[in-house]
């Protein structure tokens, strides 16, 4: 597909697609039935395998029974995108190879490494986690909190340990949060410990394997469900990018 192609695609996401691809299930391992995920993907890729495309690709996914990350490069098309598409608990796990899959991102969130196993010499990178805001109840934040800049100027052993051993730090701040029923008090909780962890393992990342260019789009007044405003993530990404393009000496 071209560029435009890929952005109508994005475009075109309004709400009764999501309500669709989003429909809540009955099953125990997941909140949405992935039926019309199914549908949606198919109707973008077809029967496509990764050997069928003209610019090489790689998918993330992660091994729920070993923890470990898994890069799927064969085979069909949709069932790798699938599997790293699949977020704990809203989509249930995908089976490929007798290993249960899930979202890539919860072991590497950047995949940097994984480009230079696959044979690139020069790595673009996109880190959509640097601005991402910390704390119940300060969505509206646009800057890294203090303990963030904190951690980010310890050594990677020590930034490790202090994650480890301090986490209920970052929930600190919740005095002034508005009267809420017990259920959306967890369902915020667990929203809040999933984006730290992807915060503090994408800079762990970085720090040990640094791309060529690093791009870095201020997408804190975003959440991780805003599929709807493609219009203007498509603008910050256009924009962020087009400052970096002083440093694009990769030849």
Request: glycine share 4%; proline share 4%.
């Amino acid at each position: 597909m071209s560029i435009k192609e890929i952005e109508q695609i994005a475009i075109g996401t309004d709400w009764k697609l999501m309500a669709k691809i989003f429909k809540p299930t009955f099953s125990l391992y997941s909140l949405a039935n992935s039926n019309y995920l199914d549908e949606f993907l198919f109707s973008i890729f077809g029967n496509a395998k990764f050997e069928d495309l003209k610019i090489p690709f790689a998918a993330s996914a992660t091994d729920i029974n070993s923890g470990k990350a898994v890069l799927l490069d064969k085979g069909n098309l949709i069932t790798a995108i699938k599997a790293s598409i699949s977020l704990p608990i809203i989509f249930s796990p995908v089976s490929i190879a007798k290993r249960k899959l899930m979202d890539g991102g919860l072991v590497n969130p950047i995949l940097i490494d994984a480009l230079k196993k696959l044979g690139a010499n020069k790595v673009i990178a996109v880190n959509l986690r640097r601005f991402e805001t910390y704390g119940l109840g300060r969505e509206k934040e646009k800057k890294i909190s203090k303990l963030s800049q904190t951690i980010l100027k310890l050594p990677l052993n020590d930034k490790i340990q202090y994650f480890l051993k301090n986490p209920i730090k970052y929930f600190n701040d919740s005095k002034n949060l508005k009267k809420e029923s017990e259920d959306s008090k967890i369902w915020r909780l667990l929203y809040q410990t999933f984006i730290i962890s992807q915060v503090q393992i994408t800079e762990l990342h970085l720090q040990l394997h640094k791309p060529n260019i690093l791009i870095e789009p201020d997408t804190s007044s975003f959440k991780l469900f805003d599929f709807t405003k493609a219009n203007q993530l498509i603008d910050i990404g256009y924009q962020t990018a087009k400052k970096e393009l002083v440093n694009l000496r990769i030849n």
